[in-house]
């Protein structure tokens, strides 16, 4: 589902391209979607949050705002510095997914062989 052409295979046609670059943009927001779900799960079992707080607390940490508010209890705290690390690596995995079709697009027509 998430494969490239190879250096020597001919570039694709931009309609093909369209759609990998939709596909890799859905596995990315499949992503985000699946970490914020996890963060809401968190701050409502850890922090005894309602849906709209836990909702509103996991989408600041996971874009990298920070939490608002004050964490209650230790296992709150706990909850949102090890949230908040996964967060960092998650936001930068999905960036890297969305431009991933497009900088591989631009490194194969940077290495076309000339005929």
Known sequence: MLKFEKKNESLISTRKFLSRFARYC???????GISLFMGM???RHYCQQDWVSAFYNASMILTGMGPIGDNPSNPC???????????????LTAAGLIFAPILHRLMHILHLDEK
């Open 26 to 32: 859905a596995v990315s927001t499949g992503f985000i």
């Open 41 to 43: 799960l968190g701050y």
């Open 77 to 91: 705290m706990i909850f949102s510095g090890i949230y908040a690390l996964y967060s960092g690596i998650a936001f």
